[in-house]
């Protein structure tokens, strides 16, 4: 067994509802409950002490759109929220923040505006993580319907130079498919950086979640298994978190 590793549910948002994506494809949609603050309260009771959102029309979109849902789960549970999807500027960030979110994860903007970048780093630190998205190591953007000619692992380097604390890292390939994250590409990304990496994408089972733990990454992002009921997010907790 490695080290105490965080799990962390995700909530995916889109028109209002608590949804999952097939491989980050918008034409593949399983609504779950089309009320995602009764999710969050779900995996509040069952012992989560972290959330992962996602405003998916946001990060289509480049502008946060889910902002009612979102309030109403912050409103509704006492947990840490770490929040992704369309944060393009500033103030798009300052928004977020001000409803009492822990965590930012940014992502396109790593790529497409480094000044961006460097002034939500100056502003808020630790609080700013980078959302890294790969598909066989190279960086997607745009709600991953593009794909760069940038490797994932070059890029934390550099971003970690630039002043970038905690790292989210997902293998698309492996999203939304129960096919078990993929270890040998979180294992390069922490040979690429020193700084807390979260691992998403794949995840299937509590033997996956062990695996992760093992590997000393801070935290792993569970979704669809969760929905699925593949993983029992309690016992998951209980086992890997304690």
């Not at 890294?132 to 994932?152: C, F, K, M, N």
């Not at 070059?154 to 790292?167: I, K, M, N, P």
Request: net charge negative; proline share 2%.
């Amino acid at each position: 067994m490695g080290e105490r590793m965080i799990v962390l549910p995700a909530i995916d948002i889109k028109d209002g509802q608590c949804v999952r994506l097939y491989q980050g494809d918008y034409g593949q949609v399983t609504t779950y409950d089309a009320d995602p603050v009764r999710v969050a309260r779900r995996w509040q009771a069952a012992g989560a002490s972290w959330l992962h959102v996602v405003d998916l029309d946001g990060a289509a979109l480049g502008q946060p759109v889910n902002v009612e849902a979102i309030e109403q789960i912050r409103a509704a549970t006492s947990l840490h929220i770490e929040l992704g999807g369309g944060m393009r500027s500033l103030e798009h960030i300052e928004r977020m923040m001000a409803l009492g979110i822990d965590r930012i994860v940014l992502g396109t903007v790593a790529l497409t505006d480094r000044v961006l970048l460097e002034q939500a780093l100056q502003h808020w630190g630790e609080r700013i993580a980078l959302g890294l998205d790969a598909r066989d190591g190279w960086v997607a953007i745009a709600g991953w319907r593009e794909t760069s000619r940038v490797q994932a692992t070059a890029l934390a380097t550099e971003l970690s130079a630039l002043g970038v604390r905690r790292f989210i890292y997902t293998d698309i390939a492996r999203d939304g498919v129960l096919g078990g994250p993929n270890l040998d590409a979180i294992r390069e990304m922490q040979r690429a950086t020193s700084h807390p990496l979260i691992a998403s994408g794949g995840v299937a089972s509590l033997a996956d979640l062990r695996s992760l733990a093992a590997l000393g990454v801070e935290g792993a992002i569970v979704g669809k298994a969760i929905y699925t009921g593949d993983v029992d997010l309690a016992v998951a907790i209980q086992e890997i978190e304690r």
